[in-house]
């Protein structure tokens, strides 16, 4: 407001009027940790990185040997990513690092665009615990996790079981020889992370020729994830996607052990012969049924973190009526738009989300507290995992009464 008006005349003022919009934040940047090709570039620094050439430029040098974090850049670019950080823990043995000293995981925790996070290659028990810690700590990323290199037909079972006992990973994987007997080689029960097998073949990207390479999937899986979200909306399960660049599988599975595998949250890259290799399995690794699958969990992961940043502006504002309209009022129009897009389903806005910022929900009490609260409740769409068809036999046409005329 201006603050006098002493000169007979109009004034006009420019005020603030309408709502502030909410803006769905991205999903599709990921962040790679491990070893680089070139061990000393760049050490325990979370380096954005636009494209294979700019990476080959910063971790590589001149015949140095490739690596899974090299592997699965490429394939993470190949899929249809875009952006991704990538930390280089030099020869250090772990990548969950040192928190004090900010190196391994604890690096990636200053970047705050980070949607989807990988280790390529580490793939024992305190790796997974690291990167799961890290995802739950940060609030708004996934995990995607590889499997054990090596695994046979005797070591399928052991897929469904979950890892107890750390037993080394490292650059190349951790084989079936060094685990113990029947030991599992399933991660630990999470819903802020995805399990992918087998291990897929891809050409070297470092090398010149054609050589044929084992490359850990998360990687590749991370572009897809990309390039889903860019083609359908985060809302879409990543699955029956096509896996650019995968030649081949290290392992070839059945229809009939992908079942337990898929209720053990096991997700499949499978060999079709009329469409390729394509990632099979849509699920986490959560036990509560309602964060089961991928999309579900990345919806809310992408929500939540939209929704605090689009409301920053309330804090300290004063906790009235006012407000808690406001931030109804933003909220609402947000899910608005998500349900327009097909994230929610419902044939109506309120079949497919709730919001309540009131005196119900802020009572004095709440407000004497400092705090104010909002209640939004979502319907998110899930995947068709399992298509039905009934199907039985028929002698065919149909019977035709006709009533006489007469007697």
């Known amino acids: 407001m201006a603050l006098s008006y002493s000169t007979p005349g109009v004034y006009v003022e420019e005020v ?18 491990g070893a680089a090709p070139l061990s000393n570039a760049r050490v325990n620094e979370a380096i954005p990185v636009n494209n294979w050439s700019q990476f080959v430029r910063t971790f590589t040098g001149e015949n140095t040997p490739s690596t899974d974090l090299a592997r699965a850049v490429h394939g993470f670019f190949d899929n249809g990513g875009t952006r991704c950080y990538v930390v280089n823990i030099g020869n250090a043995k772990s ?31 305190a790796s997974y615990d690291g990167i799961i810690t890290h995802c739950k700590t940060m609030g708004d990323r996934i995990a995607i996790l590889d499997p054990p290199q090596e695994v046979g037909v005797e070591d399928i079972d052991n897929l469904t079981k979950v890892a107890q006992v750390s037993g080394g ?59 889903s979200d860019f083609t359908y909306g985060v809302h879409k399960a990543p699955a029956n996607e096509l896996i650019n660049g995968a030649l081949g599988l290290n392992y070839q599975i059945t229809r009939q052990e992908q079942a337990p595998l898929n209720e053990a ?24 049924a309602q964060w089961r699958y991928v999309n579900v969990r990345r919806l809310f992961l992408m929500v939540m973190k939209s929704i605090e940043r689009g409301t920053n502006w309330t804090v300290f504002e004063p ?10 009022r933003d909220i609402r129009a947000f899910l608005m738009l998500l349900w327009r897009d097909g994230a929610l389903k419902g044939t109506t806005p309120e079949q497919a989300f709730y919001v309540k910022c009131d005196a119900e929900t802020n009572p004095p009490e709440v407000i004497n507290a400092g705090r104010l609260v909002t209640e939004i409740d979502m319907a998110p769409v899930k995947p068709a995992e399992f298509i039905i068809f009934r199907i039985g036999q028929w002698d065919g046409g149909a019977e035709v009464e006709t009533e006489g005329e007469g007697e």
Do not use: M
């Open 265 to 288: 949250g096991v997700n499949c890259i499978r060999y079709f012969p009329d469409s390729g290799i394509r990632i099979w399995g849509a699920r986490t690794l959560a036990s509560d």
């Open 319 to 328: 906790n009235d009526e006012r407000i808690w309209k406001a931030i109804e």
């Open 169 to 227: 990973g490292g650059e190349e994987g951790e084989t079936s020889a060094k685990r113990k007997k029947d030991q599992g080689y399933r991660p630990p029960s999470n819903d802020r992370a995805a399990f992918y097998f087998p291990w897929i073949k891809i050409r070297e990207p470092l090398a010149s020729g054609n050589v044929i390479v084992n490359a850990a999937p998360s990687g590749h899986v991370a572009g897809v994830y990309a390039r």
């Open 95 to 125: 990548i969950v690092g040192d928190a004090r000293k900010r190196t391994g995981l604890s690096v990636l925790e200053t970047v705050d665009d980070v949607a989807i996070v990988a280790a390529p290659g580490y793939t024992d028990i």
């Open 16 to 33: 603030a009027t309408g709502g502030r919009p909410i803006s769905a934040l991205g999903t599709s940047t990921a962040a790679f940790i």
